[in-house]
């Protein structure tokens, strides 16, 4: 299969312009009408991003966490108390989102050139242009882990797929967007689809629209119809008829912090999906990079779980009618076949 992978944005960018950054960034809460960037100096204008899902996905959260800190060391190197405002300001910047752990890990990791520049004796606008530096590297990092995670998810279907000495093309199923979208570029979830489709080993993808942001009808499947990938929407309920068919091959999602026992916390949904791939025997895979797993974190109990406004499920409020808004659920350790990095291949022990 020809993917047509340059039709997709890059999701985020740092440029330098005049000695001032700015973070250039696709606003997902345009696509799929219109593909608008942000760009953006001021590392508040970056966190509204972050909380109004503009920018969203947990790798990409996580660069953009690192460039925030950036944005936020060049606004006060010239200034007084930089090291007590821009720790302020991370603070700040790593409460956005609580349920990817890689939005502290971009964080921290700008901590950590923060705390090495002004160890070295670097003067405030030295270390922000360490941590330009960083979002520069941090970006093309995460492309490269995609593209390995993707490799070793192609492995894991391409075994699947195999049938004597003919490959099956796989019909696959993923829910919300592990795409491109979700990271700097190429995706984790998608980051598998994208390879394997390259090695002729997907037939189609079923992409759940993902109530309620709809991560799925409006990231997923433009995202997928962009690179040439054969995409079917559904909503979010027709999952078990499909398997009932025997029409999904395999499911394949992405992942926002995984506990150090291998349970998994991603969108709202996809514990349901776990129940019914197991159910139906079908394998269950989570893609994700190693700066979501977070052995801090021993199991899906202690993951922060984040509860967003009633209004992205009912924007019209029914007198006496209560809402709940979850944006996350954890699936178990116990129903997921493997989990792909682009160290390799994770069982979590049974
Ligand atoms: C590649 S991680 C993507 C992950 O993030 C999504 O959540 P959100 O759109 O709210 O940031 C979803 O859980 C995806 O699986």
């Known amino acids: 299969?020809?993917?047509?992978?340059?039709?997709?944005?890059?999701?985020?960018?740092?440029?330098?312009?005049?000695?001032?950054?700015?973070?250039?960034?696709?606003?997902?809460?345009?696509?799929?009408?219109?593909?608008?960037?942000?760009?953006?100096?001021?590392?508040?204008?970056?966190?509204?991003a972050v909380k109004t899902l503009a920018v969203r996905g947990a790798p990409a959260i996580g660069v953009a966490g690192a460039a925030a800190v950036m944005l936020a060391a060049f606004e006060y190197a010239d200034g007084d108390g930089f090291d007590r405002l821009l720790e302020e300001a991370a603070r700040a910047i790593a409460a956005a989102r609580p349920t990817a752990v890689n939005l502290v890990w971009g964080v921290n990791k700008a901590r950590e050139v923060v705390f090495e520049a002004r160890q070295a004796g670097a003067s405030p606008r030295e270390t922000a242009e360490a941590l330009y530096r960083l979002t520069e590297d941090l970006i093309a990092e995460d492309e490269t882990v995609n593209r390995?995670?993707?490799?070793?998810?192609?492995?894991?279907?391409?075994?699947?797929?195999?049938?004597?000495?003919?490959?099956?093309?796989?019909?696959?199923?993923?829910?919300?967007?592990?795409?491109?979208?979700?990271?700097?570029?190429?995706?984790?979830?998608?980051?598998?689809v994208y390879a394997s489709a390259q090695e002729g080993l997907v037939n189609r993808v079923y992409a759940d629209e993902t109530r309620p942001v709809n991560q799925g009808a409006r990231l997923t499947v433009w995202e997928l119809a962009q690179a040439g990938v054969p995409v079917t929407l559904q909503c979010d309920n027709m999952a078990a008829s499909l398997m009932e068919k025997g029409q999904v091959d395999a499911v394949i999602v992405g992942a926002d912090r995984i506990a150090a026992n291998g349970d998994a916390a991603n969108k709202i949904g996809t514990l349901g999906l776990a129940v019914l791939a197991n159910f139906y025997g079908i394998p269950f895979y989570v893609a994700a990079p190693m700066s979501t797993i977070d052995c801090s974190t021993k199991s899906g109990a202690d993951i922060p779980i984040e509860d967003r406004d009633r209004a992205e499920v009912l924007p019209d409020p029914i007198p006496g009618v209560e809402v709940r808004n979850p944006a996350f659920d954890v699936t178990p350790y116990r129903l997921i076949t493997a989990i792909v990095t682009e160290e390799g291949v994770w069982e979590p022990a049974r």
């Open 1 to 48: 299969m020809e993917l047509a992978l340059n039709n997709l944005p890059r999701t985020i960018a740092v440029e330098l312009e005049g000695g001032v950054p700015s973070i250039v960034l696709v606003d997902q809460c345009r696509l799929p009408g219109e593909l608008v960037y942000l760009r953006t100096s001021d590392w508040r204008e970056l966190v509204d």
């Open 148 to 192: 390995r995670i993707g490799s070793h998810g192609a492995a894991l279907l391409r075994g699947l797929a195999a049938s004597g000495t003919q490959v099956r093309p796989l019909n696959l199923l993923t829910h919300c967007n592990a795409g491109s979208l979700a990271t700097a570029f190429y995706g984790t979830a998608l980051g598998v």
